[in-house]
């Protein structure tokens, strides 16, 4: 489920924040769905460059809100009814989703079909130019 989940070191948002965010994201329009498994906490902290305490708070968080559910050794999944939590969960924070926060979707989805960035941008560059 990594795909798509990035830390800005450059962002003053905290990195647990900006994991979480972007799984309710990846939630919320689809890309992730209910009972995809997400990846182990020392994986995913590796992969990203970041501490583990950074990773299980994002999950500690995401399972207070409903988002996922952890078990011994089922590992962290995505949880029943999660989308509908994690869009109420965005328009609450935003008033609905915002410019960036649509924009990661599309990202995360069209990367997750195979995408590469140059693509992406094109596709982004297309859709612009139309009326």
Same mark, same amino acid.
């Given at each position: 489920?990594?795909? *798509?989940?990035?830390?800005?070191?450059?962002?003053? !948002?905290?990195?647990?924040?900006?994991?979480?965010?972007?799984?309710?994201?990846?939630?919320? %329009?689809?890309?992730?769905?209910?009972?995809?498994?997400?990846?182990?906490?020392?994986?995913?902290?590796?992969?990203?460059?970041?501490? +583990?305490? !950074?990773?299980?708070?994002?999950?500690?968080?995401?399972?207070?809100? *409903?988002?996922?559910?952890?078990?011994?050794?089922?590992?962290?999944?995505?949880?029943? *009814?999660?989308?509908?939590?994690?869009?109420?969960?965005?328009?609450? +924070?935003?008033?609905?989703?915002?410019?960036?926060?649509?924009?990661?979707?599309?990202?995360? %989805?069209?990367? +997750?079909?195979?995408?590469?960035?140059?693509?992406?941008?094109?596709?982004?560059?297309?859709?612009?130019?139309?009326?």
């Amino acid at each position: 489920m990594s795909v *798509g989940l990035r830390v800005d070191a450059g962002d003053p !948002t905290p990195p647990y924040e900006q994991l979480r965010r972007q799984v309710l994201v990846h939630v919320a %329009t689809g890309v992730v769905t209910e009972g995809a498994r997400m990846p182990p906490v020392r994986q995913l902290a590796a992969d990203l460059g970041v501490a +583990a305490g !950074t990773v299980a708070r994002t999950y500690k968080e995401l399972e207070a809100s *409903g988002i996922v559910r952890t078990a011994r050794r089922a590992g962290t999944t995505i949880a029943a *009814g999660a989308a509908e939590l994690a869009r109420s969960s965005l328009a609450v +924070a935003d008033s609905g989703p915002g410019v960036d926060e649509l924009a990661l979707g599309f990202v995360a %989805t069209a990367r +997750a079909a195979g995408a590469d960035d140059a693509a992406i941008e094109a596709a982004v560059r297309s859709a612009l130019s139309r009326p």
